[in-house]
């Protein structure tokens, strides 16, 4: 256990330091022993486009994983664009131009005084990131808002596919993902 940690660890580095690798952050909660991978996406210059955030949670008696796309919008109280994805929240993608079938989207959020703060959650299976992590293009639609993946975002879902192969590999591979978030 000793000898993997170092090497995840060494990994991370890694990433660090090479400029157009994302860092994937690994967590162990210590009461709980859920260890999460995250690849959170800068925020972009444009607040009206979502935040992207991956996320995969491991359970220790559990085989599965929580994986998820978390999307983070903001609009201002003085746009009329407040609360763009409540009633809205549809979300289909396009990897190299094909279809990937997704479960639904969650949404979730919050009114702030200076505007609304929006999450979609939308869990994955472990092939779906791996094929997120593997495309050269990736294009979603939330509603009718249409969004890339950057090439940072798509080395950021093949390295939280890469580190939990390397952490738990038999237990996960090819397992479907609950959508219920537990």
Partial sequence: ???????????????????????????????????????EAPMPKDVTKPKLT????????????????????WSSRRKPTAWRYLSCHTTNFLVDGQPLKTMDARHSGSVRDDG???????????EQLKILGEAKTVEYRI???EYR???????????LHDALMSAKPESLKGKAVPSSGQ
Avoid: W
Avoid at 11 to 36: H, M, S, W, Y
Avoid at 54 to 73: E, N, R, Y
Avoid at 116 to 126: H, K
């Fill in 1 to 39: 256990m000793k000898i993997m940690i170092a090497a995840l660890l060494l990994l991370a580095t890694a990433n660090a330091c090479a400029a157009d690798v994302p860092l994937i952050q690994d967590k162990v909660d210590r009461f709980t022993g859920e260890r999460e991978f995250k690849y």
């Fill in 54 to 73: 991956g996320l995969v949670t491991v359970k220790p008696d559990v085989t599965l994983a929580m994986m998820h796309i978390a999307m983070m919008s």
């Fill in 116 to 126: 609304v703060l929006e999450f979609l959650l939308i869990p994955l299976e472990m």
């Fill in 143 to 145: 509603c009718q808002d």
């Fill in 149 to 159: 993946f950057t090439a940072n975002d798509i080395a950021g879902f093949k390295g």
